[in-house]
């Protein structure tokens, strides 16, 4: 069985495909991108702005226990059409990275199960290879740092 | 079902890790390798064949007997910087998928 969330990433390239294969429903799959209620629960944000449709935008913001900001993103949708694709650009405020470029693509596979393509264009190399190294850089990765120590055992033998 | 087949699944498992860890500084038979560990025979063939599946370890036939090198290559895949990053998403379209389950549950694909 193929692992159902495939990233890739070429070698001096700027951009990233994500694929993920859900048990769900496309029609279901797509309220994840539409229901706000849904993108509050999932994303654990809030959805401060969600106009879903050509020259249309988007604005999430999270906030701490203290009622702080500490996150804020936002972009605007160049194209939306139902069940099939949104193109949007993506941009934390006040950070380094600068906006991506997405295009969401979604489709029913035979078997009934919605599947996500996500196409990310970043504007350099670095930045598209600083956003990949970003798990490792928040440490929400603490089994891949085991198997590191593991890796780095082996190859110094 | 069919178990994943790959790098890090075959990882998972200490008995696997410890086969590879075993094979770092020697290349050894099957028979070498099941007289290192409690295990029955066949359950480390079985470790053996998935390592061998999963590109960590290559098979050389010498007469009878069958030796098994570490793949260096396979090995350097598992520390592949793209690996977390597909983890961090894949966490994240797990919640959002056991999310919509939940809220529908008449609705499996």
Not at chain 1, 67 to 96: C, L, M, S, W, Y
Request: aromatic share 8%; proline share 6%; with cysteine.
């Amino acid at each position: 069985m193929e692992p159902k969330t495939r990233v890739k990433a070429e070698d001096g390239q700027q951009d990233l495909l994500i694929t993920r294969t859900f048990e769900l429903p496309l029609p279901l799959l797509f309220t994840a991108y539409t229901d706000p209620a849904i993108i509050e629960q999932w994303m654990g944000t809030k959805v401060l702005k969600l106009d879903n449709h050509k020259h249309g935008g988007w604005q999430f913001e999270t906030t701490n226990a203290q009622g702080q900001v500490v996150f804020r993103a936002g972009g605007v949708i160049h194209e939306f059409v139902p069940d099939q694709k949104i193109t949007r650009t993506f941009e934390i405020e006040n950070a380094p990275f600068g906006p991506q470029l997405e295009f969401l693509e979604f489709e029913s596979l035979p078997n009934g199960a919605g599947q996500l393509r996500m196409h990310i264009v970043y504007r350099s190399v670095a930045q598209r290879n600083q956003q990949l190294q970003l798990p490792f850089a928040k440490g929400l990765n603490l089994a891949h740092n085991r198997l590191q120590d593991i890796v780095g055992q082996l190859l110094t033998r | 079902m069919n178990l994943r087949r790959d790098a890090f699944q075959a990882i998972a498992d200490p008995t696997r890790r410890a086969i590879l860890l075993l094979l770092a500084s020697q290349s050894l038979t099957a028979g070498a390798i099941a007289a290192s560990f409690d295990s029955a025979r066949p359950t480390v063939s079985k470790h053996l064949q998935i390592l061998t599946e999963c590109e960590l370890l290559t098979q050389e036939q010498k007469g009878r007997e069958m030796y098994y090198h570490l793949n260096p290559v396979g090995i350097k895949a598992i520390a592949d910087f793209v690996e977390p990053f597909r983890q961090m998403w894949d966490e994240r379209f797990n919640q959002l998928e056991a999310l919509l389950k939940a809220r529908h549950p008449q609705n499996p694909a």
